[in-house]
């Protein structure tokens, strides 16, 4: 009898001992499938946050970058429909102003930022090259300047293109207004600021390239990624305007394309950050270089 109980009393024990290893099996699997569950709701959510945005963004500044942010702006409002983007060209000095004063969130800039714009809390966020194309009519029979005929020609010493082995015919020397990006890098990189004699002083890329394109003996400078057949793009130094000599560092003109922030761009709100991780996205990047832009090294 005794035997028979101390029998009894052992599979009893062993049958606790499997049911509780079993529910101890159990509970960890579901603790596993809860966990499983919470973190791929969490990576949905992740991937969902930037169709869940709404509200606006505003952009301002350079004329030159239209192409570039008409791109952008379409492609990154067609992934984030919430979002209203609206875009000025007001010139890259205003830009700055503007996301200076706080009344956009992005100001463009076609140029590199000066000291003092930084000094006042603006951050430089490149986000591609360009480059500046020297342009003329189809007419002008001179194709190739040297940098120190550009100077010549923009600070007046040269007014006629004979002197240059082109036929009897004035120089009209077209440039951007004051606030330009284009112009403000166009003169730095030739060391020729406030010393141009421009015949006349236009509002935007499109205007000096229908001007030159236009006007016989006519020459002016135009972002690289507008030229197209109704001029002449001009070798600099025996060097043509290409985005592989730019990025060799071949050809003299070219200066970068800036979305100025008031602080870095990780203070900005949810959907200034977003329009960031778009443009540095492998999407975003695509879009800059199909504009015919450089991504920056």
Same mark, same amino acid.
Do not use: H
């Given at each position: 009898?005794?035997?028979?109980?101390?029998?009894?009393?052992?599979?009893?024990?062993?049958?606790?001992?499997?049911?509780?290893?079993?529910?101890?099996?159990?509970?960890?699997?579901? &603790?596993?499938?809860?966990?499983?569950?919470?973190?791929?709701? @969490?990576?949905?959510?992740?991937? %969902?946050?930037?169709?869940?945005?709404?509200?606006?963004?505003?952009?301002?500044?350079?004329?030159?970058?239209?192409?570039?942010?008409?791109?952008?702006?379409?492609?990154?409002?067609?992934?984030?429909? &919430?979002?209203?983007?609206?875009?000025?060209?007001?010139?890259?000095?205003?830009?700055?102003?503007?996301?200076?004063?706080?009344?956009?969130?992005?100001?463009?800039?076609?140029?590199?930022?000066?000291?003092?714009?930084?000094?006042?809390?603006?951050?430089?966020?490149?986000?591609?090259?360009?480059?500046?194309?020297?342009?003329?009519?189809?007419?002008?029979?001179?194709?190739?300047?040297?940098?120190?005929?550009?100077? @010549?020609?923009?600070?007046?010493?040269?007014?006629?293109?004979?002197?240059?082995?082109?036929?009897?015919?004035?120089?009209?020397?077209?440039?951007?207004? %004051? %606030?330009?990006?284009?112009?403000?890098?166009?003169?730095?990189?030739?060391?020729?600021?406030?010393?141009?004699?421009? %015949?006349?002083?236009?509002?935007?890329?499109?205007?000096?390239?229908?001007?030159?394109?236009?006007?016989?003996?006519?020459?002016?400078?135009?972002?690289?990624?507008?030229?197209?057949?109704?001029?002449?793009?001009?070798?600099?130094? &025996?060097?043509?305007?290409?985005?592989?000599?730019?990025?060799?560092? @071949?050809?003299?003109?070219?200066?970068?394309?800036?979305?100025?922030? @008031?602080?870095?761009?990780?203070?900005?709100?949810?959907?200034?950050?977003?329009?960031?991780?778009?443009?540095?996205?492998?999407?975003?990047?695509?879009?800059?270089?199909?504009?015919?832009?450089?991504?920056?090294?």
């Amino acid at each position: 009898m005794k035997n028979r109980m101390k029998k009894l009393l052992v599979l009893a024990t062993a049958a606790t001992m499997m049911t509780a290893a079993f529910t101890g099996c159990g509970s960890s699997s579901d &603790g596993a499938d809860n966990n499983a569950d919470t973190s791929a709701d @969490k990576s949905a959510d992740e991937g %969902a946050s930037n169709e869940n945005l709404s509200g606006s963004l505003s952009l301002a500044g350079s004329t030159s970058m239209e192409k570039l942010c008409e791109a952008l702006k379409e492609s990154f409002m067609e992934k984030t429909p &919430g979002v209203t983007v609206t875009v000025e060209y007001t010139g890259s000095g205003s830009g700055i102003e503007s996301v200076t004063a706080g009344s956009v969130d992005i100001g463009d800039s076609s140029r590199a930022l000066t000291d003092d714009e930084k000094a006042n809390g603006v951050e430089e966020n490149i986000v591609a090259i360009d480059g500046i194309a020297v342009i003329t009519d189809k007419d002008n029979s001179v194709t190739e300047l040297t940098s120190d005929d550009l100077k @010549k020609i923009y600070t007046g010493e040269i007014s006629n293109w004979k002197d240059l082995g082109g036929k009897d015919e004035a120089i009209v020397a077209i440039g951007r207004e %004051a %606030a330009s990006g284009t112009r403000g890098a166009f003169e730095e990189l030739l060391d020729v600021k406030d010393q141009c004699k421009y %015949a006349q002083e236009l509002d935007s890329t499109g205007a000096v390239l229908a001007k030159v394109g236009s006007t016989p003996g006519a020459i002016g400078y135009v972002s690289l990624d507008v030229l197209d057949d109704t001029v002449t793009a001009m070798k600099i130094d &025996g060097v043509e305007a290409t985005e592989e000599n730019i990025v060799a560092g @071949k050809y003299l003109l070219s200066r970068p394309f800036v979305m100025a922030t @008031k602080g870095k761009i990780d203070e900005q709100n949810d959907i200034v950050k977003a329009w960031f991780d778009y443009v540095n996205s492998d999407e975003g990047q695509a879009v800059i270089k199909k504009v015919g832009l450089i991504l920056p090294q």
